[in-house]
C-alpha cells in the first residue's frame, strides 16, 4: 500500500510481458485472418452470384441457337406462281405461296383431305416458311415449274416439342399440339424431314410476333448505331470539357458550381434524362422518336458526366513535371495539353469512357421515354430510322406471354453480353496502343 492508501501495482516480469505481447500480437493477427477470410468469403460469395446469373442465362439461351425445320419437296407451280407467264416481279410477289407449303406437307401425308386436318397439318409449319419461298423465288425466277427440296422454319410448338420445352402429356391442351400433329412430327422425324438445325434466323430477323421469325438483328444495328453516335458526341465533348475544368479553367466559385452539377448529373436516375429528351428534343425540336439519333443525344447527357469525371481524374493523375518541361522547352500551354498531357492521361479517359458507353449500352429507361419501345420490324438503316434498341428488345420479349420468348429473352442478353465483351475488348486494346506509345 502507499502513503495515500492506493494498492501499489507490483511491475511485470519479463515473462509476464512477453505473455502479454503474444496475446496481444495473437489478436491482432486472429482479427487480420477473419479480415482476410471475410473478404475472400465476399469474393467467393460475388463470384457465385454471377456465375449462377451467368449459368442461369446460358441454361435458358444457348437452346436459341438452333431451331426446328421441316424439310419439303417444294414445287414451285407456275399455275400458282406467275398464270401469266410474264416473270413479272409484281406478279412473284403477290403469288399465293402458302398454297405451295400446302401442297407440300400434303404430298408428304396423302391421306389427309379434310380441312381441319390439312389446317392443323399446314400449322407444324411456320407463317415464315411462305415468306421463305418468296425471297427464293425473287432472287432466282427460274425456280418457277421447278423442284425443289427446301428446309423451311417450322412452328414454334414444334421446336418447343423438340427442344423439350412442351412435355409430351400437355398435347391436346389449348394452344398446344394435337395428338394427329404429334403423329405427323414422329412421323417427319423418322423420314429425317424433321430436326434442329442452326438458327440463322436469330440473327438475320428483326423483331416479329412469331417465336420462331424473331430475331436481334433490328436491335443490334439499333444499338450499334445509337452507341456510334452516342461516342461520337460525348466523347469529344467529355474531353474537352474535361480539359478546359481541369487545365485552363479558373478557380472560382462559377467553375465550383460547374463542378458540384457535374458530380450531381452523374448520380441523376436515367428516367429524367428520359423525359429531358422527350420534352426537348422530341417535343421541341420535333425530332423523330424511336430513332436511333434521338436515343443518341439522350445517352450522349447521360454519359458526359462519367466521361467528365474519369477525364479530369487522368488528367490530374499525370505528373505536373511533365507540365513544367514542356513549359520550359517553350511550348505553349495547348501544346503542353494536346502533345504531352492528353496522350499519358488517354489510358484513363477510354477506361471513364469504357464505363460510360458500357452504361449506355444497358439503360432501358431512357430510351422507353423516346418511344424505342415501338414493335420495329423493319432493320434500320440510319440513324433516323425507326429503331430499337437491345435492351428495349429483351423487355419487350420479356414481357410476352408466348413461351418461345423465354429462350429468345436469354439470347438476346448473351447477344448484349456479347455486344458489350466486343466493346470493351476494342477500349483494352486501344488503351494498350496508347500505354506503349508513351
Not at 418447343?160 to 412421323?187: N, P
Amino acid at each position: 500500500m502507499s502513503e495515500e492508501g492506493k494498492p501499489v501495482r507490483r511491475p511485470r516480469t519479463p515473462r509476464e510481458t512477453q505473455e502479454l505481447v503474444e496475446r496481444s500480437l495473437r489478436r491482432r493477427y486472429g482479427a487480420e485472418r477473419r479480415f482476410r477470410a471475410y473478404g475472400l468469403c465476399a469474393v467467393i460469395l460475388g463470384i457465385a452470384f454471377v456465375a449462377f446469373l451467368f449459368a442461369t442465362i446460358l441454361a435458358q439461351g444457348v437452346s436459341v441457337f438452333r431451331q426446328a425445320y421441316v424439310q419439303l419437296d417444294v414445287f414451285y407451280d407456275p399455275e400458282v406462281i406467275d398464270p401469266s407467264g410474264t416473270r413479272r416481279e409484281d406478279d412473284l410477289r403477290l403469288a399465293d405461296y402458302e398454297a405451295l407449303v400446302r401442297t407440300a406437307l400434303r404430298a408428304e401425308f396423302p391421306g389427309i383431305e379434310g380441312r381441319r386436318d390439312v389446317r392443323q397439318l399446314t400449322r407444324l409449319v411456320s407463317s415464315g416458311a411462305a415468306h421463305e419461298l418468296q425471297r427464293r423465288v425473287l432472287a432466282n425466277p427460274g425456280l418457277v415449274g421447278q423442284r425443289e427440296r427446301v428446309w423451311l422454319l417450322a412452328s414454334a410448338d414444334v421446336d418447343l416439342l423438340l427442344k423439350g420445352e412442351i412435355a409430351r402429356d400437355e398435347i391436346g391442351e389449348e394452344g398446344r399440339l394435337s395428338e394427329e400433329q404429334l403423329a405427323w412430327i414422329d412421323t417427319l422425324r423418322e423420314r429425317g424431314r424433321l430436326e434442329l438445325r442452326f438458327n440463322r434466323t436469330f440473327f438475320v430477323n428483326g423483331d416479329s410476333r412469331e417465336p420462331e421469325q424473331a430475331g436481334v438483328r433490328g436491335a443490334v444495328m439499333g444499338s450499334f448505331f445509337t452507341l456510334l453516335l452516342t461516342l461520337i458526341l460525348s466523347f469529344p465533348i467529355g474531353v474537352a470539357a474535361a480539359v478546359y475544368l481541369e487545365e485552363f479553367a479558373p478557380r472560382n466559385r462559377w467553375t465550383d458550381l460547374i463542378e458540384v452539377n457535374i458530380n450531381n448529373l452523374a448520380a441523376v436516375p436515367s428516367i429524367v434524362f428520359g423525359l429531358l429528351g422527350l420534352a426537348v428534343f422530341i417535343g421541341f425540336f420535333g425530332l423523330p422518336r424511336s430513332a436511333p439519333l434521338v436515343g443518341a443525344l439522350v445517352l450522349t447527357l447521360l454519359t458526359l458526366p462519367t466521361i467528365i469525371i474519369a477525364a479530369r481524374a487522368a488528367l490530374k493523375a499525370v505528373p505536373p513535371s511533365i507540365r513544367d518541361a514542356a513549359l520550359a522547352m517553350g511550348a505553349s500551354p495547348i501544346q503542353t495539353v494536346v502533345h504531352h498531357v492528353l496522350p499519358l492521361a488517354m489510358p484513363g479517359i477510354l477506361t471513364g469512357t469504357i464505363i460510360g458507353m458500357a452504361r449506355a449500352l444497358g439503360e432501358t429507361a431512357p430510351l422507353l421515354m423516346i418511344g424505342m419501345v415501338a414493335f420495329i420490324v423493319d432493320v434500320p438503316s440510319g440513324f433516323t430510322d425507326p429503331a430499337t434498341a437491345l435492351p428495349v428488345q429483351i423487355f419487350l420479349w420479356s414481357d410476352s406471354p408466348e413461351r418461345g420468348f423465354v429462350e429468345r429473352t436469354s439470347g438476346a442478353i448473351i447477344v448484349l453480353l456479347a455486344f458489350l465483351i466486343v466493346m470493351n475488348t476494342a477500349a483494352v486494346l486501344l488503351r494498350r496502343r496508347f500505354e506503349r506509345r508513351w
